[in-house]
């Protein structure tokens, strides 16, 4: 049925192909699996833990959270704010079903999150809502908060990942370099404070996935 005809999704966005997917999880545990293990994370394990606790299963911590996908708009039903008009836009109508590449640059982890940064091309940015970054301080340019959630903490909602992304870019955006932590074969890793842990990927992971609305 067309759009107008039935109600809005709880949001639109790329859902990635479920071979790729698997690929991305695995990932995804190799990097928690040797993070819980470096000299430079267990230096900051009070952020993880809260108290003196000597190690941490990252693997554990994390929850997974379902299909993975990158959201575009969140909808809620059509009671988010500019939903309306976003399931309007002729790209979204266009492009609706179509199939994509994204291109996954870097993962991230914060005590509250885990998830992996999307790196969209000009193409893929007529897709992503004007008001995504709004949430920030920083003014960051569009398509900075776009991500893929690869888990929660217990008793954390997904929609925190996006927030703790735009946390660490708008502290590089406001020239915080960061520590450099380690260089793991994945990429180099780098500490911002706070529990807050970025891995540039070495080789960016091409990701098929197509663009599509969940209802839930
Ligand atoms: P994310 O895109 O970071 O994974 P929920 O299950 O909590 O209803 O969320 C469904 C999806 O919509 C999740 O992917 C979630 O976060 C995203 N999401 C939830 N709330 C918002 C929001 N207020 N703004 C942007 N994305 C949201």
């Known amino acids: 049925a067309p759009l107008e005809e039935v109600d809005l999704p709880l949001f639109f966005g790329w859902f ?45 911590y994390f929850k997974p959270t379902g299909a993975l996908h990158c959201t575009t708009k969140f909808c809620n039903y059509g009671k988010a704010e500019g939903a309306k ?21 870097a ?15 000009d193409e893929q940015l007529k897709l992503w809502p004007a008001d995504a970054e709004q949430s920030s301080a920083a003014s960051l340019p569009p398509g900075s ?20 992304l735009l946390e660490i870019l708008a502290l590089q955006q406001d020239g915080q370099q960061g520590e450099p932590a380690e260089e793991m074969e994945l990429g180099s890793l780098t500490y911002y404070g706070e529990g807050r842990w970025l891995l540039n990927l070495r080789e960016p992971i091409g990701a098929p996935a197509c663009f599509s609305s969940f209802y839930g």
Request: proline share 3%.
């Open 85 to 105: 008009e976003y399931a309007e836009n002729p790209a979204v109508r266009a492009l609706y079903g179509s199939a994509f590449e994204l291109s996954l640059t």
């Open 16 to 60: 990635l192909l479920s071979s790729v997917q698997e690929k991305v999880r695995c990932t995804s545990m190799d990097f928690l699996k040797t993070l819980d293990t470096l000299e430079a994370f267990k230096k900051h394990l009070v952020d993880f833990t809260g108290k003196a606790e000597n190690e941490v299963d990252l693997e554990q």
């Open 145 to 164: 908060r776009a991500h893929i959630t690869l888990g929660c903490a217990e008793g954390v909602e997904p929609v925190q990942t996006g927030v703790d």
């Open 107 to 121: 993962l991230f982890v914060t005590p509250r999150t885990v998830g992996a940064r999307v790196s969209l091309t």
